[in-house]
């Protein structure tokens, strides 16, 4: 079974190089049948959440570190401490308890650095963009929240695209760059990140990050090449840090007042169609011009879009609800207690069977919370009529008044069995 990695090659080799089918068999040693089914598909996402780290053992000493630290930039660069150095003084002076390789990542991390010269950079139309995520509140449904907004420019026009979403999970990442990318009318040839665990499962200094598997099938199918920005680097993307500081001083003052993220992100749209009509300091065109030149050259998108989920295997329970995230959702009563497979979009849930859809729901951010089809349990209500007054799922089915009024006027002319078997 080919992994992504070697599917990516086969695409790359087939679309990009233009490579014969003939030839990519013969260099990796594939047949032929393997080599067309990974060009008709790019393959399925997978996904791992990755728990972020705590320092127990070393909170306690972050802020004589940093004491240290800081009281070096005032001493001879050779005369200053070293992540040795302040574990030998945080075991004799302070019996501290953990390792020296705690020590060394904190400092790696957090020593002050002197403030850089930089280069001015020029890009090629088409080759380049950059990506991350930024933050800002808005007023959503009468609540003040925060939003996360992926944010992607294209480095020669300077053409932005942003997009809110309730969070930073691996869908929302790649639906937002694939709403860039159909925005854009195509792919940059490269894209420039972060280390962001959205995409990376593992990164080592001096070594190229291992890319997520559901990531390396997104580049697959929109055969564009990621480059990842060295640790605490910003400025190797810059533009696109730019790109988050003026979207939210600009696009979110005042606090927009929405009823959904739809509504917002119809509203960001017109605002990065708007930055088409602005001409940037230096810059002979206005970034709508620049982008007609720099559209041609994009790599044109493929037929069709890519599943930006999390798939996962679910079993429900004698509920007919299957869970994802503390929170628990219909099936039809018939699946019960059968393996189904949910993919977890932004805005809902899909279940199937393996072959064919057989629930969707829209996908909750509360928690602990049943998300019902009254649908889904007809069979077994019609089974025990008698159970529908008490039912969760009528009880939250949102009706209107005449359904009722006509279940009233059953039971009024008949029996109660055969009047709630009429109207189911």
């Known amino acids: 079974m080919l992994t992504v990695d ?15 089918i003939r030839r990519i068999a013969r260099e990796g040693h594939w047949d032929r049948r393997t080599i067309r089914k990974a060009l008709r598909d790019a393959g399925p996402p997978r996904y791992t959440l990755r728990e972020l780290r705590t320092r127990p053992v070393l909170a306690p000493y972050v802020a004589q570190i940093d004491a240290w630290l800081g009281a070096d930039l005032a001493s001879p660069p050779k005369q200053r401490h070293t992540a040795r150095r302040i574990f030998e003084r945080l075991v004799a002076e302070y019996g501290f308890k953990g390792g020296e390789s705690t020590i060394r990542q904190y400092v790696r991390e957090h020593r002050p ?10 890009y090629e139309p088409g080759e380049d963009a950059q990506c991350d995520f930024g ?43 694939q709403r860039a990318f159909q925005f854009f009318g195509g792919v940059p040839a490269r894209v420039w990140y972060d280390r962001l665990t959205q995409a990376v499962k593992r990164s080592m200094v001096g070594q190229r990050p291992q890319e997520r598997e559901a990531f390396v099938a997104f580049r697959s199918h929109y055969l564009f090449e990621a480059v990842f920005c060295n640790a605490g680097e910003a400025h190797e993307k810059g533009l696109i840090e730019n790109l988050v500081g003026y979207m939210r ?12 993220f739809d509504e917002l992100n119809t509203q960001l749209t017109v605002r990065c169609l708007a930055e088409a009509e602005r001409r940037l300091r230096g810059e002979q065109e206005t970034i709508g011009e620049m982008w007609e030149k720099e559209r041609v050259l994009l790599r044109p998108l493929p037929p069709r879009s890519f599943p930006c989920c999390r798939m996962l295997p679910v079993k429900p329970n004698r509920l007919s609800l299957v869970t994802f995230e503390t929170n628990r959702y219909s099936v039809p ?16 849930v899909e279940i199937s069977d393996g072959i064919a859809l057989i629930a969707m729901h829209q996908r909750s951010y509360a928690r602990e919370q049943d998300v019902l089809d009254l649908w889904h349990y007809l069979p077994l209500l019609k089974e025990r009529p008698g159970a529908l007054d008490h ?9 209107p008044e005449a359904f009722d009024r006509y279940l009233e006027a059953l039971r009024r002319r008949l029996p109660p069995r055969t009047a709630t078997l009429r109207f189911l």
């Open 249 to 260: 001083r600009h696009f979110l003052v005042p606090l927009p007042a929405v009823d959904s």
């Open 113 to 122: 650095t002197p403030r850089p010269a930089f280069i001015p950079l020029a």
């Open 391 to 399: 039912a969760k799922p009528f009880k939250e089915w949102s009706r």
């Open 135 to 177: 933050e800002g509140w808005i007023v959503l449904g009468g609540r003040q929240v925060l939003a996360q907004i992926l944010c992607l420019r294209l480095c020669y026009s300077k053409m932005p695209f942003v997009m809110a979403f309730p969070h930073q999970k691996q869908e929302a990442f790649l639906e937002g760059m």
């Open 6 to 20: 070697q599917r990516e090659r086969i695409r790359r080799s087939y679309y990009v190089d233009g490579w014969s």
């Open 333 to 348: 009563v018939e699946h019960t207690l059968h393996t189904l497979f949910l993919r977890a979009y932004v805005d809902k």
